[in-house]
């Protein structure tokens, strides 16, 4: 399929993360009364704002609790209730830290060693005098340097034995502008210790304390010349096999991810230590990054990604046409009965559940696949037509009998046999709204949607047969025409299979399917369906004309969603 050329991408500044030289960090300590966090518990607040490495400016004061200061925390603090008296209030004191700290700004990070305890405090006086609070990312130093220095290299993870560890000029002393002050000299040495490890961006620090293996988050590097764009990545072992596939909106900061967050999935763990490298395929859209996704695991069937084994061989529930029409299963599915058939279904398992619900409707001939033989009912059996009907689309008539049939047990308290019925309803609810969402585009022969895109402009994608034939997207602002144009004439040529599931997989289709249909994309062109919706405009809209029927399985979403 046709994709933009490839050229350099300059990243924007979100894509790729905000480097730790440019965050702005507010190292914070606090002494305190020795209470909980509230109102009456601060005694002085000290702070230090540094970029860079390099220190901004300082904040401290003493602050006056309006309790007096216990005999056992003087000792510690050397802070008195003489020395406080005429300091400001809490509600002073905090609002004028709140005012110097600027923690609402998206590129500051609060800093505190054990930071639950000095943030706690502050949140909690803060919300306690009505004071605005907005949660800041916090990092925490006791956290960050358990991760840097195991206790070989150091006896204790206190503040005192780190600052003594990196060469602090500032020793602790349970003053806050000290403590604070040593604070930020082991901050700075844990991240120096922890950058060759993939701890080099504002994003990082969210799961810098991780457990992650250093070996594992040193290969975060393997992303650093990765695009900011959509596309699909394969993770490549020492001998070049795809060890796994997968789709994203933004391949830098995705891939990224693998190497500096915790992953608590075995197999993908085990991945990640074995990958040595990583291919990119950058596409012009996510849907067609996710629809490449679906075709290289089909194609490579990586070990590490889950998906279901042959599902060109998942079952279809149709109408077999002879002198005793009776429901079947198929896997093999001519397009030209894609209209008046249920499926695919995940199991044949599933598909047989469908047929007794559909069946004991009905009313058809029970076919018996051992002797090729129809089985009569004794009841008179219903006209095949709508049999036809309900498989096409009137799901309805199946469904609402069956309603019945399950409230009428319900209420003779027959609950095992409801359920049963239940879940046999379900089942073939599932399988008709499957077939409902991928039949106008299995059976359509072009078809080009466009979908605003968040931040203006349009992305449009090419559909023939349900198949992903193409994608692009406009600038902001840009006649989409042209595009529109190029697109049509390069997208992939794409013939009638001459069964579903011959070329594309359904779950392809259903996925363009979602897209199509949904309720912010319109129409642009489109072939095989009715002349007055084919050619409708971007502002036009005809997505209902490839709405679901008034009797479709959608309706029945409670029964569809519970749990059985």
């Not at 090729?372 to 799901?395: H, K, N, Q, W, Y």
């Amino acid at each position: 399929m046709p994709s933009s050329p490839s050229q350099p991408v300059q990243a924007a500044f979100a894509d790729m993360g905000t480097a730790l030289r440019e965050v702005t960090f507010v190292v914070v300590d606090l002494e305190t009364t020795g209470g909980g966090p509230g109102a009456h518990a601060i005694t002085e607040i000290g702070a230090v704002k540094v970029r860079g490495g390099v220190v901004d400016s300082e904040f401290s004061t003493l602050v006056n609790p309006g309790t007096a200061i216990p005999a056992q925390i003087t000792v510690l603090t050397g802070i008195t209730n003489a020395m406080v008296a005429d300091a400001p209030p809490v509600a002073q004191a905090v609002a004028a830290f709140l005012q110097w700290a600027h923690l609402a700004d998206p590129t500051t990070v609060a800093v505190a060693h054990n930071a639950r305890f000095d943030l706690g405090h502050l949140r909690g006086a803060a919300r306690a005098l009505d004071l605005d609070w907005r949660e800041p990312v916090v990092l925490d130093t006791l956290a960050l340097a358990r991760r840097a220095w195991d206790r070989t290299q150091v006896p204790n993870h206190k503040l005192g034995t780190l600052a003594t560890f990196v060469g602090s000029p500032t020793t602790p002393t349970h003053r806050a502008l000290d403590d604070a002050r040593a604070t930020v000299d082991v901050l700075h040495a844990a991240l120096e210790r922890l950058g060759p490890q993939g701890v080099t961006h504002l994003e990082d620090l969210a799961t810098a304390t991780d457990p992650v293996p250093a070996s594992r988050r040193v290969k975060s590097r393997l992303a650093d010349d990765l695009p900011a764009a959509p596309g699909v990545y394969q993770f490549l072992s020492p001998a070049g096999q795809v060890l796994y596939v997968g789709s994203a909106v933004n391949l830098h900061r995705r891939v990224r991810s693998y190497f500096t967050a915790a992953e608590k999935r075995t197999k993908v763990a085990r991945m990640l230590d074995t990958t040595v490298a990583v291919r990119v395929i950058e596409t012009p859209t996510e849907l067609e990054a996710r629809v490449r996704e679906l075709r290289l695991i089909a194609e490579l069937d990586p070990p590490v990604n889950r998906r279901s084994r042959a599902p060109q061989r998942r079952p279809w529930l149709h109408l077999v046409d002879s002198p005793h029409p009776h429901l079947g299963l198929t896997a093999v599915l001519p397009l030209s009965e894609a209209s008046r058939a249920i499926g695919p279904f995940p199991s044949r398992k599933a598909a047989l559940e469908a047929q007794r619900a559909a069946e004991s409707v009905l009313r058809l001939e029970v076919w018996d696949g051992h002797s090729a033989r129809a089985v009569r009912r004794a009841d008179t059996p219903a006209d095949a037509g709508i049999a036809m009907r309900a498989l096409s689309g009137e799901i309805d008539l199946v469904a609402h009998p069956l309603l019945a049939r399950i409230a009428e047990l319900s209420a003779q308290e027959r609950y095992e046999e409801a359920g049963l019925w239940t879940q046999r309803l379900r089942a073939l609810l599932l399988g008709a709204r499957r077939a409902e969402q991928t039949r106008p585009l299995l059976t359509c022969p072009h078809l080009l949607a466009a979908r605003r895109r968040e931040h203006g402009g349009w992305e449009l994608v090419a559909v023939r047969w349900g198949r992903l034939a193409g994608s692009a997207v406009t600038a902001p602002g840009v006649d989409p025409r042209p595009t529109i144009a190029t697109l049509r004439a390069t997208a992939q040529v794409v013939d009638r299979p001459a069964r579903v599931g011959a070329e594309t997989s359904v779950e392809e289709t259903a996925l363009l399917a979602d897209w199509v249909l949904d309720a912010g994309a319109r129409l642009v062109e489109v072939e095989g369906l009715d002349d007055d919706v084919a050619g409708q405009s971007l502002e036009g809209g005809a997505a209902a004309a490839l709405s679901w029927p008034v009797g479709a399985a959608a309706r029945h979403r409670r029964v569809i969603d519970a749990e059985v």
